[in-house]
C-alpha cells in the first residue's frame, strides 16, 4: 500500500501539470482563457469523487477555448468510471457544445466551417470518453474470462472427482463380490460343521469363525458403503472391549486399559482408533503368537488419547518373525495405510521395538480438530529407526 500511494500521487500530479502546460503554451481567444483553463486543471481531481465533477470543472475552460487539454482526462476518467454509454453521454454533449457555442456564436463562418467545429468539438469530447469506455469494457471482459476460467478447472476438478468416485465404487462392488463370495462361503461351511459334528470345541471353532466370516462380511460392506441402504455405523472405540474379547476367544493374551475419562469422539477419529488397535492386534498375532499384548488408552486433559499397543516377546518355538524387529510386521502395508488414516485425522502414528524385545505401536490423536490434513510419510520398520539413531519412528503429519 505504500509503495502505490506515491505511484498514485505521481500520476495524478502528471493528469494536472501536463494540461495546465498545455494550457499555458496555448493562444487565448479571450482574456480568461488561461484562467479558466487552469482552474479546470486544478479541479480535475475532484474526478475521483464524481467523474462528472471533473467534466463540470472544465466546462469554462472550454468556453474560453483552452479547456480541451483538461477536458480530455475529464471524459476519459468519466467513460472508464462509468462503464457504460448511458452514463457517459449526457455529459459527453454538454461538453461539446460548451467548446463549439463560443465559436459559432461570436464568429462569422461558412455553413461548411460550422460542419467541420461541431465535428471536430464532437471528436474531441468523443474520443477520449469512447477510450474510457473501450478499457473499462476491456477488463470487464477480461474478469469474465478469468471467472470462466475458474469454472472450467472447477468443472474438471468435479469431473475427475466424479470419475475417481466412480472407479472407487466399481472397484468396491468387485471386492464385495469376490470377497462377499468366499466369506458367505466360509460362515456356511461353518455353520454346515458345527451342525453336524458332535465334539463340543469343534463346534465351538465352526461357530466363532462363522461368526467371524459375517463379521468381516459385515465390516467390509461398511467399509465400502453397501450396507442395502442403511446408515452407515463403523465401529469405534466403544467396540474395543469386543475387539480384545474376540482376540481372547481365539487364543491371545490381550488385556485393554482405559485410563482417564472418555469423550465422544468423531466418526473419522473414533474409527481411525478402532484401526490402530484392529491393525496392531492382528499384526501382533500373526508375527508374534502366544506373546502377550497389552491394549492401552489414555485420555489426557491436555486435549489429546494416546493410544498404545504393546507386545512382548513372543515365546521361543516355530514363528513367523516381522521384517525388521519382533512383533508387528512394520514392513507390509499395513502399518502404511494405518499411518495414513491416522494423518488424516490430524494424529500421529509411531512404531518402534520396546526395550523388552517386544513391539510399541503408539498413536496419538488431538481431540480439538485438526488445523489441516497433510499426508503422512510411509512407515519405517523397527529396523530402520535403529539404523537412524532411535528406537521408534513418528509417522505423522509434516510439521
Not at 474526478?47 to 469554462?60: S, Y
Not at 462509468?82 to 457517459?88: E, L, N, P
Not at 457555442?101 to 461570436?106: D, G, M, R, T
Not at 442403511?230 to 476367544?249: E, H, I, M, T
Amino acid at each position: 500500500m505504500t509503495g502505490r500511494t506515491p505511484r498514485r500521487v505521481g500520476l495524478e500530479l502528471l493528469a494536472v501539470l501536463v494540461p495546465a502546460g498545455a494550457v499555458l503554451l496555448g493562444h487565448p481567444p479571450f482574456g480568461y482563457s488561461v484562467a479558466a483553463g487552469l482552474v479546470g486543471c486544478a479541479l480535475l481531481p475532484l474526478r475521483h469523487l464524481w467523474p462528472p465533477l471533473g467534466v463540470l470543472g472544465v466546462l469554462w475552460g472550454l468556453v474560453g477555448g483552452l479547456g480541451w487539454p483538461p477536458a480530455l482526462v475529464a471524459l476519459y476518467t468519466l467513460g472508464r468510471r462509468s462503464g457504460r454509454v448511458s452514463r457517459t453521454l449526457p455529459w459527453v454533449v454538454p461538453a461539446g457544445l460548451a467548446a463549439v457555442l463560443p465559436v459559432l456564436i461570436l464568429q462569422q463562418l461558412s455553413w461548411s466551417d460550422r460542419v467541420l467545429t461541431v465535428a471536430f468539438a464532437a471528436l474531441c469530447a468523443g474520443a477520449p470518453s469512447a477510450m474510457g469506455l473501450l478499457i473499462s469494457t476491456r477488463e470487464r471482459l477480461t474478469a469474465s474470462l478469468r471467472e470462466l476460467e475458474r469454472a472450467r478447472e472447477v468443472m474438471l476438478q468435479a469431473r475427475e472427482t466424479a470419475a475417481r468416485a466412480e472407479e472407487r465404487s466399481r472397484i468396491g462392488r468387485e471386492i464385495h463380490d469376490a470377497v462377499g463370495h468366499h466369506a458367505t462361503l466360509i460362515a456356511v461351511g461353518a455353520a454346515a460343521l458345527a451342525a453336524s459334528t458332535t465334539e463340543p470345541e469343534t463346534r465351538e471353532g465352526a461357530e466363532r469363525l462363522r461368526l467371524l466370516a459375517k463379521r468381516a462380511l459385515a465390516e467390509m460392506r461398511a467399509a465400502l458403503g453397501l450396507m442395502d441402504g442403511r446408515p452407515d455405523q463403523p465401529a469405534g472405540v466403544a467396540d474395543l472391549p469386543g475387539l480384545v474379547a474376540r482376540s481372547r476367544a481365539a487364543g491371545m493374551q490381550a488385556d485393554l486399559v482405559d485410563v482417564g475419562t472418555s469423550t465422544k469422539l468423531p466418526p473419522g477419529l473414533d474409527r481411525a482408533v478402532y484401526r490402530v488397535v484392529q491393525e496392531s492386534l492382528t499384526n501382533a498375532a500373526r508375527h508374534a503368537p502366544g506373546a502377550p499384548v497389552r491394549v492401552e488408552l489414555h485420555w489426557r486433559d491436555a486435549g489429546e488419547l494416546r493410544v498404545s499397543v504393546h507386545n512382548d516377546q513372543a515365546p521361543e518355538g516355530p514363528r513367523r518373525r516381522a521384517p525388521g524387529g519382533e512383533g508387528f510386521g512394520v514392513g507390509g502395508a499395513g502399518l502404511a495405510g494405518l499411518s495414513e488414516r491416522v494423518g488424516a485425522v490430524g494424529g500421529e502414528l509411531i512404531t518402534g521395538p520396546g526395550p523388552d524385545g517386544g513391539f510399541t505401536v503408539r498413536a496419538v490423536f488431538p481431540l480439538s480438530p485438526a488445523p489441516s490434513v497433510v499426508r503422512p510419510r510411509a512407515a519405517t520398520s523397527g529396523a530402520q529407526a535403529e539404523r537412524a539413531g532411535g528406537p521408534m519412528t513418528s509417522v505423522g503429519p509434516a510439521a
